[in-house]
């Protein structure tokens, strides 16, 4: 069982590097996938049309943060497995955690089909807009299972130290998708974009099983899977994925709350959002590394080298993260008119990033060290942490500050307060925990010793 990179021996910075850069090209593509969708969407069917893209986006958010998440969980015992050289457990957890996802993703399938109208009421979903966003989340919904087990292979080849495929993929997908979007969308409308998507889906698992097949770096037997397989990965998938949802979750309520102010709003807060991605995609791909390096690093017994990775990633995350901030936060007005034409809807962008602003440089904190709480195998606290800032502060506070005379401001300060508290009970935790792990390995080591 070899890596293609070997993360507890070699240099940390060229590791870390090797394994994040790949993760982040893939977000750049995915990214771009997305733009591609809502340019199209933006110029084609004009401000309504990208108003319902905006709405059924939060649903769409939330189903690809559960993918992500769970893919995620499920990679800490993988790439544990993998650093201690355990080939034969790491292919059964592998095997039952695709048949797992396979299930589960039919399931929510199945029953978000059967429930889409109720929860669109229930999200205030203009009724101009109504038609549209069902007509475009009860396509979208049937790719869910093809995207889901995409996510859950790139899940596995990262355990293995192969951060290409996840890279690979994206652009297979994102150059599908770019060709077929326009030619869809001038046709069918919304629901041509949504076509575009499902087919683009089917095209990552059709790679991803094409991959397997030629790298053979693991073996898919049914007969190694094993009830202790389940329980392990409900016990760090569910909370993976749960933890993931949380931005999702807050963002649909902030969309909730945004509804309010008008199609305006709602269009610029889309807008918003896709420029976020630019900021939150890089702190996504140092989590998705992090969680994996540091999975081999405690499976290897070498705790000293999860230090090295966490410095290393702290300093060079948060630099990065800064440069690229700045530029969004500066040229927000103009970058907003690729989207939408409408001088109304740039200034709320514009204030947008100007009252969050440093809360990008404390999310790649937040992440690094959610990261790294999750290799070492603690999903759990990950997920609280989750919840108490986005969910627990960042809601409430919002809701708070909208009938204030701040207004819409009081919403996007709400985030930002998020953010603050975010980097610093996640910092605190995850040296508590690094602390903790270390006392226990050295008391086990002078036990050796003695006996």
């Keep these: 069982m070899k890596n293609k990179i070997d993360f507890v021996k070699g240099n940390t910075p060229k590791c870390l590097f090797a394994m994040v850069m790949p993760l982040l090209m893939a977000m750049i593509l995915t990214m771009a996938y997305n733009l591609v969708d809502s340019l199209w969407v933006g ?50 957890i592998i095997t039952t955690m695709l048949v797992m996802a396979a299930v589960f993703s039919f399931g929510v399938t199945v029953v978000l089909e059967l429930s889409l109208k109720f929860i669109l009421i229930w999200m205030r979903t203009p009724a101009e807009l109504f038609d549209m966003a069902y007509a475009y989340l009860s396509i979208y919904l049937i790719g869910y299972i093809a995207i889901f087990l ?5 899940a596995v080849f990262r355990s293995f130290g192969d951060a290409l495929f996840q890279m690979k993929g994206m652009l297979l997908s994102t150059i599908f998708n770019a060709v077929l979007d326009p030619i869809m969308i001038h046709g069918m409308g919304l629901t041509g974009a949504a076509w575009a998507t499902v087919l683009s889906e089917v095209i990552c698992l059709v790679f991803a099983l094409f991959y397997y097949s030629n790298k053979k770096m693991f073996k898919l037997q049914i007969h190694s899977i094993h009830i202790t397989h389940v329980k392990a990965l409900l016990a760090n998938a569910v909370p993976a994925a749960i933890q993931s949802c949380m931005p999702a979750i807050s963002s649909a309520v902030m969309l909730f709350l945004v509804t309010g ?8 807060y889309g807008v918003t959002s896709k420029l976020e991605i630019l900021l939150f995609y890089p702190a996504m ?25 966490m410095k290393c990633a702290l300093a060079g995350g948060s630099i990065f993260i800064a440069v690229i901030s700045a530029l969004v936060i500066a040229f927000a007005k103009g970058l907003t008119g690729f989207f939408i034409d409408s001088a109304e809807t740039a200034v709320i962008v514009q204030g947008f990033f100007n009252i969050v602003s ?15 709480l999750s290799g070492m195998g603690k999903p759990g606290i990950s997920m609280l942490l989750m919840f108490i800032y986005y969910i627990v502060v960042r809601v409430p506070l919002a809701s708070l500050l909208e009938h204030t005379e701040f207004g ?16 610093v009970l996640a910092a605190f935790e995850g040296i508590r925990i690094e602390k903790k792990m270390q006392n226990a390995e050295q008391i086990s080591l002078q036990h050796k010793v003695a006996a």
Excluded: P
């Design 43 to 92: 110029n084609l069917l004009g401000e309504a049309g990208y108003a319902a893209l905006t709405n059924s986006t939060a649903i769409v958010l939330i189903l690809s943060a559960i993918a992500m998440g769970a893919s995620n969980g499920a990679a800490i015992i993988i790439s544990q497995a993998v650093g201690a050289g355990k080939k034969e457990e790491a292919e059964g």
């Design 150 to 154: 995409y996510m859950h292979f790139t």
């Design 261 to 268: 102010f008008g199609i305006t709003t709602i269009a610029a």
């Design 285 to 309: 791909a140092m989590n998705m590394g992090l969680t994996t390096i540091v999975g081999q690093c405690v499976g290897a017994k070498r705790l000293d080298r999860v230090k090295d990775y």
């Design 358 to 372: 440093i809360g990008y440089v404390l999310y790649m904190i937040t992440s690094c060290y959610l990261g790294e």
């Design 408 to 423: 819409l401001n009081g919403i996007w300060a709400a985030i930002l307060v998020s953010h603050i508290l975010a980097a």
